[in-house]
Structure formats: C-alpha cells, structure tokens
C-alpha cells in the first residue's frame, strides 16, 4: 500500500502449499484497497 507518493508497507500471505490461492489474492487485494482508503480518506477507484 502506499501513502502519499511512497510505498508504506506490503501486505503479504503466509500458510500452507495447497491454499485458494485466486480466494486470498482477492482478500489481500480488498486489504490494500482498505488501507490506501484508511490512509487517504477516499476510496479507491476499484471500488467504484
């Protein structure tokens, strides 16, 4: 995620092999959609 102009952080996944993966991806993506709206105070465009 990123605030302002510069990355902040990275969100990550850590588990087993055999995981949802396409499931998580989306997860992790709707966590970075989160906080860039926490830190911005407006929601992305990916959410509409």
């Known amino acids: ?3 302002g102009d510069r990355n902040a952080g990275a969100v990550g996944i850590l588990g087993p092999r055999r995981m949802q993966y ?3 991806i ?3 993506n709707c966590m970075a ?3 860039n ?3 911005h105070g ?3 465009a990916a959410n509409g």
Request: net charge negative.
């Open 26 to 28: 989306a997860l992790i």
């Open 33 to 35: 959609d989160s906080l």
């Open 42 to 44: 407006e929601a992305s």
């Open 37 to 39: 709206e926490l830190f």
């Open 1 to 3: 995620y990123r605030v």
């Open 22 to 24: 396409a499931r998580l």
